[in-house]
């Protein structure tokens, strides 16, 4: 059984910056991809990154290009997500998520994750 828990969330003021974690037990070679995706208070669940175990390749919302980081320790069997130059429109759920497989056309697409954690809140307030 595979399982995934984040960490790191928390509450900070507009420009700063939160590094999430995901660590992952449970997990087999043909996990190919890890994700994280967000989800705030009336609004549908929504892709933000995306790492191919295959090649390290990453994907990023566009709403997240340029502020967001994500990264991988595959020794910790943990990916990590930097977020940079936080916006009140940051402030959700943040979740990570893997599946069997990879398609680097629907990586966003929640409904294609099999194992997600139990997420955690990041508030982005002044």
């Known amino acids: 059984q595979v399982q995934l828990v984040e960490s790191g969330g928390g509450s900070v003021q507009p420009g700063g910056s939160l590094r999430l974690s995901c660590a992952a037990s449970?997990?087999?070679?043909?996990?190919?991809?890890m994700a994280w995706f967000r989800q705030a208070p009336g609004k549908e669940r929504e892709g933000v990154s995306c790492i191919s175990f295959s090649d390290g390749s990453l994907y990023y919302a566009d709403s997240v290009k340029g502020r967001f980081t994500m990264s991988r320790d595959n020794a910790k069997r943990t990916v990590y997500l930097q977020m940079s130059s936080l916006k009140p429109e940051d402030t959700a759920v943040y979740y990570c998520?893997?599946?069997?497989?990879?398609?680097?056309?629907?990586?966003?697409?929640?409904?294609?994750?099999?194992?997600w954690g139990q997420g955690t809140q990041v508030t982005v307030s002044s």
């Open positions: 998520a893997t599946r069997w497989g990879f398609n680097s056309v629907s990586w966003y697409r929640a409904h294609e994750y099999d194992f």
């Open positions: 449970g997990f087999t070679s043909a996990m190919y991809s």
